[in-house]
């Protein structure tokens, strides 16, 4: 069996500094460690306890994205990443990258969000330190709100041994934090993390934070799963991977990373990636 090189749900080696600084204050959220023709409808989701929903903003939990309606199912064919060339792998990921923005872009149009801005995007090979902190061999992409840009690290092990599945899972990752940076959720993340008084209520917003970009990676996957592809075999080894080896702090539960995965990719539908009234057990 083939052995993910990135931690696809737990992005592990994605993250989102949702501060535009890796360096910040405990109030301040941390580095975050860092995919059918017919969408099927969202299985229902048990009642968040009150606890669980209280002070969430309808921002978060009633975002308009999530009434865009299903992702159609469209064409993405951005070939192979090549063994060896760095080039390859980053023109693989800046088409997969386009992709994903086009997908966003008629969802904020049905949506009514306005129109989409497309992120900003930085791909090397040598150099690790960004304008939000640092990046490293496991965390090798994050997204910096304040400029909008996503920083992407190709370790030798990635360009030796490229799996394109892996690498167009962590930018669609990454892409979704952008879409919730400007759909308005991450601004709302951000308040509600600075007000948090207790490490594990900050835990658990970030899980929830994560765990939905997790869940529309999950969407775009599922949307393009023809044409990138996606095989069914190798599917499966990363959900089962996420379950098994993908639990942080940051992220949450293995299981529930994979959970939310599935989820977007089986409904093509933002509104399955609510994990803002999901209950805590849902997103530990």
Known sequence: MRKPLIALASGALSVLVVTGSAAQATSSPPPLAAAPSTAAAPAPMAAAPAAAKRGFPTVLTKNRLYRSGAVDSFACSP???RAGSANSLKTYLLKVARCVNQMYARQFRAAGLG?????????????????????SNTYTAHYCPSSQTIYQFLPKATIRNPWGLTLAKTMAHEIGHHAQQRAGIVPAFNRLYAQARTKTARNYLSHRVEQQAECMAGVFLGATQESL??????????????????????????????FWLERGFDSQSFLSCNTWTAPNARVA
């Open 79 to 81: 070939g192979e990443p």
């Open 115 to 135: 129109a989409y801005r497309v992120p900003k995007i930085i791909i090397r090979a040598a150099g690790t330190k960004t304008p939000c902190g640092k990046l």
């Open 229 to 258: 592809p996606v095989i069914f075999e190798e599917w499966g080894q990363v959900v089962d991977w996420a379950a098994k080896h993908a639990s942080d702090t940051v992220h949450g539960k293995g299981r529930n990373q994979a």
